[in-house]
């Protein structure tokens, strides 16, 4: 894959305090705009599109913040992350959803032995990263897209914090059941990815890895009757409340998500703390597979590789780019740990533009 070009996301400075843009982790074209996250805090940023005097985007700002908190019930409040890893955003809908991982205490520079032996033994639960939330979106008065609590029947909804989040649905799942109690990243349960196309929302797992294998769940979420700030899972063709699909993707887990079509782009990489090798893979047709599926290497498609560093430059984020000029379709890709160059002068990021086959 080739990097066209470049182009900046600023930020305002209060996320640049929180160290959002150094810490991406989701994007999602609407428009002129992009939705964007980090996995620091309880948010979710909109970025506007500024253009050269040919018409292409030469970067992104105008950031508008939204908290989640001020639209569904957070399991334990504004204050705590919510390691939001996926956006999508379909049908007038924004979806956000956190990494659903227990977290190992990492050892820092300047504990003693014992000190570094207890933190590894430390493993932490946040009620936060344990959600999915459906926020309504709206045409405001400039145009732009808007999150908004309730549009008619439409409201802004939330799964999890009651004993219904997705980890709770796989307590009794034959092959995931068992990462459920080990921390993301010592390859147990770790979301890094969502696309939702039609009624349905694909989940993509960075970890667990089932002997190569790497997972992505399939759910059909709805408005709860009794409670319209609360969602539930409609059950699916089969009368099953998930799928899951396993997908040979050379050993790597799934990083992000993207729709194309009926196909689905999968942003791939390491499942632990590892640099490389990334790629994007598509899927094609996974929006019409009706069942559990098992997808061997020759019924993907690898659409190209990405650079990344060595503890740096990790892709976290795809978004098919809407674009009108060029060759050819182009996805953008936002970084975690970014390299040293990736940082401007002003508080912005270079997210990269790249070309890619249909």
Not at 31 to 46: K, M, N, P, S, Y
Not at 186 to 206: F, Q
Not at 227 to 254: A, C, K, N
Not at 324 to 339: N, Q, R
Request: hydrophobic share 40%; with cysteine; charged share 25%.
């Amino acid at each position: 894959m080739i990097v066209e070009r470049r182009v900046e996301l600023r930020f305002a400075e209060e996320s640049q305090a929180a160290e959002t843009h150094t810490n991406l982790s989701a994007v999602r074209q609407d428009g002129r705009c992009l939705w964007v996250a980090g996995d620091e805090t309880a948010t979710v940023e909109r970025l506007t599109a500024e253009f050269d005097e040919n018409g292409q985007v030469t970067g992104y700002g105008d950031q508008r913040t939204i908290a989640l908190a001020d639209f569904v019930e957070l399991p334990a409040g504004r204050d705590e992350e919510a390691d939001i890893e996926g956006l999508a955003r379909a049908d007038g809908w924004l979806w956000a959803i956190g990494s659903h991982s227990l977290k190992r205490k990492r050892i820092k520079p300047g504990h003693s032995d014992r000190k570094s032996r207890k933190r590894l033994a430390t493993v932490v639960r946040e009620e936060n990263r344990h959600i999915l939330v459906r926020l309504p979106l709206v045409t405001g008065p400039d145009g732009l897209p808007q999150v908004v609590a309730a549009d008619g029947d439409r409201t802004a909804a939330v799964l999890g914090g009651r004993g219904d989040s997705l980890t709770d649905l796989l307590a009794d799942d034959p092959h995931l059941a068992p990462f459920l109690s080990i921390p993301s990243k010592d390859n147990g349960i770790d979301i890094e990815g969502i696309a939702a196309v039609g009624d349905r929302i694909y989940v993509g797992l960075r970890g667990p890895v089932l002997r190569g294998w790497a997972v992505l769940i399939e759910i059909s979420p709805e408005t709860d009757p009794d409670d319209p700030g609360r969602l539930r899972l409609r059950p699916l063709d089969s009368g099953e409340l998930y799928h899951t699909h396993f997908l040979d993707l050379g050993g790597l887990g799934i990083r992000d998500l993207c729709p194309d079509g009926d196909d689905l782009l999968i942003l791939t990489g390491p499942t632990m703390s590892l640099s490389g090798p990334v790629r994007v893979v598509r899927w094609p047709n996974a929006a019409k597979v009706a069942a559990p599926d098992i997808v061997h290497a020759d019924e993907l498609t690898v659409v190209g590789n990405l650079p990344h560093g060595d503890g740096e430059d990790h892709a976290e984020g795809i978004a098919v780019l809407d674009e009108t000029h060029g060759d050819g379709p182009t996805l953008l890709v936002v970084y975690d740990s970014p390299a040293g160059e990736r940082l401007t002068d002003h508080g912005g990021i270079y997210a990269d533009v790249v070309s890619f086959s249909r």
